[in-house]
């Protein structure tokens, strides 16, 4: 396993584009997996391409809102 091709949230935030928020939650509801074992410091370590795969798993349809009359 290369640690350097391994990113902490923030890390694979920067280098995808997606917020870290964004990646914090597909973490919680276990769409997206850290490495096991991987880590810098207290931060979990992701690879580029579950981020990016986690991010297929998004439901595209947008909510419509309740009008207010």
Same mark, same amino acid.
């Not at 595209?60 to 309740?66: P, S, W």
């Given at each position: 396993?290369?640690?350097?091709?391994?990113?902490?949230?923030?890390?694979? +935030?920067?280098?995808?584009?997606? #917020?870290? /928020?964004?990646?914090?939650? /597909?973490?919680?509801?276990?769409?997206?997996?850290?490495?096991?074992? +991987? =880590?810098?410091?207290? #931060? #979990?370590?992701?690879?580029?391409?579950?981020?990016?795969? +986690?991010? =297929?798993?998004?439901?595209?349809?947008?909510? =419509?809102?309740?009008?207010?009359?």
């Amino acid at each position: 396993m290369n640690l350097d091709e391994l990113y902490t949230a923030d890390e694979a +935030a920067t280098e995808t584009g997606f #917020s870290r /928020w964004a990646i914090y939650n /597909w973490v919680r509801r276990g769409v997206l997996r850290p490495v096991p074992g +991987a =880590k810098r410091g207290h #931060s #979990s370590l992701f690879r580029l391409e579950d981020v990016f795969n +986690a991010e =297929k798993t998004r439901d595209h349809t947008r909510r =419509k809102r309740a009008s207010r009359c």
